[in-house]
């Protein structure tokens, strides 16, 4: 064990297997420590965490915030909504005045794709990106990897699918590049409208059959459908849509084996799986939410630990 | 670089059964004491220390928990390196409890402060007492002091205790060395 080879967390992309293992092995730690009576560590009592939030979240903005305040880290929190950015100001203005009021480290949400790497270029702190557009959202890949790992014992070898709106989800390209640094093998599977045309290139399998991609796999992780973001129609009805690439309990049921269901949340119940699968034994759902604390605490102190003041 | 032997495995054995013997004087059957051995080094003296107070004097219920202070350490990103975790596995309640902390040297006392501070996610103690093999005089940067101590050193700045086990090291020994 010793420390992460970037100083920003902007994709699974600039990682390496050994920073994986490393915040692995952190994250341990602290599932212990969050599970203690009182949950609270003070290492990082002299840091200051500014969450920077210019597109709506709940589960992850939460998430960055608990971890952040279980390790006494100061925190301070802007959504774009009620801020000066409705005036005009840029970025990377925004950012520095944020910066000189003594931030360390900054947590960053951006519709755009590139926010975070363009912000680090130009502000002096450490950027963890929190999801850029249909880019990337590495902490939500780490912990999906904690959470196969935990499952399972291990990612290497696993097959494993992502289902759903490919297209439009940066959970997809980030679990790709986790994945398959860790030795899995990944399918993606949806409509053909919903995949992008290269994803092949990336070395995954690509499949629109889900009861071929199914019996494949040993974990299905499960995408919402992102209509927030589709300008166009890519499929004819969300009936049709749940018909061909919803799970119900039935389905799960008739497969070869037992598979593993992740969701990265939010959960549109009765779309991609209903509320039968997603509570099912076979879910594990709620534990990618717990083990989101676990993660990002780590992903926050080894990163933290590299700030000198 | 040269060392000195300051204690044999003989010595180390005396002096962990004298310290069993004066944890007995103080507890009796342990029922209202936990023994907690802090992460890394002070475990293998913890381990031993249980082992005879079970083995030798046949003390029944023996709680012994691993604390890792870790996160609580005072000196984070001051380093050049980053603070490396260890396994916390304390799997009872103190409150009310009277605690032993375990640990192999006594040097700053930051790392009891430390200690001190992270036992409070697991309850109220009662009492906290700290057991220590080595006990490095006129170097502490804390009001901290050992209850029960196997020797008492006189070691200039410059100078390292180094305490080895058996089952980690190869041998039963504590060596100062001069750097």
């Known amino acids: ?309 | 670089m040269s060392q000195k032997v300051l204690l044999n495995a003989k010595e180390v054995n005396i002096i962990l059964h004298r310290l069993a013997c004066q944890l007995i004087e103080k507890h009796n059957d342990f029922s209202k004491t936990v023994l907690i051995g802090l992460q890394p080094r002070g475990v293998f003296l913890a381990n031993r220390i249980a082992k005879i107070l079970k083995e030798d004097y046949k003390v029944k219920d023996i709680q012994l928990g691993l604390l890792d202070i870790t996160f609580f350490r005072d000196d984070f990103r001051r380093g050049d390196k980053p603070l490396e975790a260890n396994t916390t596995s304390i799997n009872f309640l103190v409150e009310n409890k009277t605690i032993v902390f375990i640990d192999d040297v006594l040097y700053t006392g930051r790392s009891i402060r430390a200690a001190l501070t992270a036992i409070q996610s697991f309850g109220r103690p009662n009492e906290i007492e700290l057991l220590t093999l080595i006990d490095r005089r006129f170097s502490r940067h804390l009001p901290i002091q050992p209850d029960y101590r196997g020797r008492q050193v006189d070691v200039i700045n410059d100078e390292k205790v180094k305490v080895n086990w058996m089952e980690n090291d190869g041998e039963d020994s504590v060596y100062l060395i001069n750097k």
Not at chain 1, 81 to 106: A, H, R
Not at chain 1, 189 to 217: F, H, M, Q, S
Not at chain 1, 276 to 281: I, Y
């Open chain 1, 1 to 309: 064990m010793s420390e992460l080879s970037v100083n920003h967390l902007l994709g699974i992309k600039y990682l390496n297997k050994q920073d994986i293992q490393l915040i692995f092995e952190t994250a341990d730690h602290f599932k212990e420590v969050i599970n203690r009576p009182i949950k609270k560590v003070p290492s990082l009592r002299d840091i200051t965490i500014a969450n920077l939030f210019f597109e709506n979240s709940t589960r992850t903005k939460l998430s960055f915030e608990l971890a952040e305040k279980r390790l006494s880290a100061d925190v301070i929190n802007f959504s774009s909504g009620q801020s000066s950015v409705k005036k005009g100001e840029t970025l990377i203005d925004t950012v520095n005045n944020i910066l000189f009021m003594k931030v360390d480290m900054v947590v960053m949400r951006h519709p755009n794709p590139g926010a975070c790497v363009f912000l680090s270029k130009h502000v002096k702190a450490s950027i963890v990106n929190a999801g850029d557009g249909a880019h990337e959202h590495p902490t939500q890949a780490l912990l999906d990897s904690y959470s196969i790992r935990e499952k399972h014992g291990e990612v290497k070898g696993k097959n494993i699918v992502i289902v759903g709106d490919i297209l439009h989800s940066r959970v997809a390209l980030s679990n790709i590049f986790a994945l398959q640094l860790q030795g899995a093998n990944v399918m993606v599977c949806g409509p053909k409208t919903l995949i992008p045309k290269y994803i092949d290139k990336l070395g995954v399998k690509v499949e629109t059959n889900l009861r071929n991609a199914l019996n494949w796999c040993d974990v299905a992780n499960m995408l919402r459908v992102q209509n927030e973001r589709m300008d166009i129609s890519y499929f004819p009805t969300t009936r049709e849509y749940t018909q061909q690439y919803g799970v119900n309990k039935e389905f799960l049921d008739s497969l070869d084996k037992e598979i593993t269901i992740m969701h990265p949340g939010p959960i549109n119940r009765g779309v991609e799986i209903t509320s039968d699968v997603a509570d099912s034994k076979q879910s594990i759902i709620l534990e990618q939410v717990q083990n989101g604390v676990a993660i990002r605490m780590a992903v926050i102190y080894l990163l933290a630990s590299k700030i000198k003041h």
